[in-house]
């Protein structure tokens, strides 16, 4: 296939709905995030990543599965490859896809979220990882099977997409002062650990807050809290590099 993230989830979407583990999936990167193959080595290179479709190896992958409110108010359920969250980050997401991606990925990510922390304000969350309970003001909820998200960021560096567990990032009270100084770490994969940051590991997470939430699927904005995302295993076949 030949896209960037939203192109990829459709395409998971789908394999997964129809059971097809089977088959396998080649990317041919063109997107603005392009942030799920920055996980396995795959080049945006389009010459270069057709040679790995052709050559390369395949890699068995989990997938996660996520189940909440739709902007229509009803309950829907979605798949993901990458890194799906709850907070801030879901309205990014929703600014990103809003405004032009002209200025390339890492500038439209930057940009919106400087832009939406700006008047972001940080609430209650009530959160569950595997039945251990997390809760308290915070900022956002990542829910990572990969590594990097927001046109670079490499939110969650350790996070495997084939150990069966999601590395859930749990991002507190953070202030403005705390973003400023964190990015070019969040960028390198420095941040952690962080005082104000906390980060678990699990297959099962739940996601609540009084007020609803905006929930992001691999860049998508498709609805809100309360949302529950599981770990799917073996869900996917992915070529990489050899």
Same mark, same amino acid.
């Given at each position: 296939?030949?896209? &960037?993230?939203?192109?990829?989830?459709?395409?998971?979407?789908?394999?997964?709905?129809?059971?097809?583990?089977?088959?396998?999936?080649?990317?041919?990167?063109?997107?603005?995030?392009?942030?799920?193959?920055?996980?396995?080595?795959?080049?945006?290179?389009?010459?270069?990543?057709?040679? #790995?479709?052709?050559? &390369?190896?395949?890699?068995?992958?989990?997938?996660?599965?996520?189940?909440?409110? =739709?902007?229509?108010?009803?309950?829907?359920?979605?798949?993901?490859?990458?890194?799906?969250?709850?907070?801030?980050? *879901? /309205?990014?997401?929703?600014?990103?896809?809003?405004?032009?991606?002209?200025?390339?990925?890492?500038? =439209?990510?930057?940009?919106?979220?400087?832009?939406?922390?700006? %008047?972001?304000?940080?609430?209650?969350?009530? #959160?569950?990882?595997?039945? /251990?309970?997390? =809760? &308290?003001?915070?900022?956002?909820?990542?829910?990572?099977?990969?590594?990097?998200?927001?046109? %670079?960021?490499?939110?969650?560096?350790?996070?495997?997409?084939?150990?069966?567990?999601?590395?859930?990032?749990?991002?507190?009270?953070?202030?403005?002062?705390?973003?400023?100084?964190? @990015?070019?770490?969040?960028?390198?994969?420095?941040? @952690?650990?962080?005082?104000?940051?906390?980060?678990?590991?699990?297959?099962?997470?739940? $996601?609540?807050?009084?007020?609803?939430?905006?929930?992001?699927?691999? *860049?998508?904005?498709?609805?809100?809290?309360? /949302?529950?995302?599981?770990? $799917?295993?073996?869900?996917? =076949?992915?070529?990489?590099?050899?």
């Amino acid at each position: 296939m030949v896209g &960037g993230d939203g192109t990829v989830n459709e395409a998971v979407n789908g394999l997964i709905a129809a059971g097809r583990q089977d088959v396998e999936l080649a990317v041919l990167p063109r997107g603005t995030g392009t942030d799920f193959v920055r996980s396995f080595g795959i080049p945006t290179d389009i010459e270069q990543a057709a040679r #790995i479709a052709v050559e &390369g190896r395949t890699r068995v992958l989990d997938a996660g599965k996520v189940t909440y409110r =739709s902007w229509a108010g009803g309950e829907a359920v979605a798949y993901f490859a990458n890194i799906a969250s709850a907070g801030m980050s *879901g /309205a990014v997401a929703k600014r990103t896809n809003e405004t032009t991606k002209l200025l390339g990925g890492k500038a =439209s990510y930057l940009l919106a979220t400087l832009a939406v922390f700006a %008047g972001w304000r940080n609430t209650e969350l009530q #959160i569950t990882v595997d039945g /251990a309970i997390r =809760s &308290g003001r915070m900022n956002d909820a990542i829910v990572a099977n990969a590594r990097f998200f927001g046109g %670079g960021m490499q939110i969650c560096p350790d996070a495997q997409p084939d150990d069966g567990l999601f590395d859930v990032l749990l991002l507190g009270d953070i202030t403005k002062a705390d973003l400023l100084l964190n @990015l070019p770490k969040i960028y390198r994969g420095t941040h @952690l650990p962080h005082p104000r940051a906390e980060l678990l590991r699990g297959a099962v997470v739940t $996601v609540d807050a009084p007020t609803p939430l905006p929930v992001e699927i691999d *860049g998508e904005q498709p609805g809100t809290t309360p /949302a529950r995302f599981e770990i $799917v295993r073996d869900a996917l =076949s992915l070529r990489v590099p050899a």
